[in-house]
């Protein structure tokens, strides 16, 4: 039995490439999407770029085709 509270689940952060295979895009396509403000959040720090889970998934739903304004 353990004592220890529960943490909440661990935002999971993905690599550039690795949004890009999520989204089906080439790696080079969400990047330049990223630098033009048109793709998902991107958290940057440093020079290390990572996309949330939740806001890739929230990017997608936002897109999807017939989606209400």
Known sequence: ???AKERPAATE???TR???A???LH???LSRMRRQ???PRAIIIG???RFARADLDAW???HAQGAAA
């Open 47 to 49: 020079r290390s770029v």
């Open 13 to 15: 952060y993905l690599t």
């Open 60 to 62: 997608m739903a936002q």
């Open 18 to 20: 690795e949004a890009a």
């Open 37 to 39: 403000g048109r793709g």
């Open 22 to 24: 999520l989204l089906r």
């Open 1 to 3: 039995m353990s004592t």
């Open 27 to 29: 790696p080079e396509v």
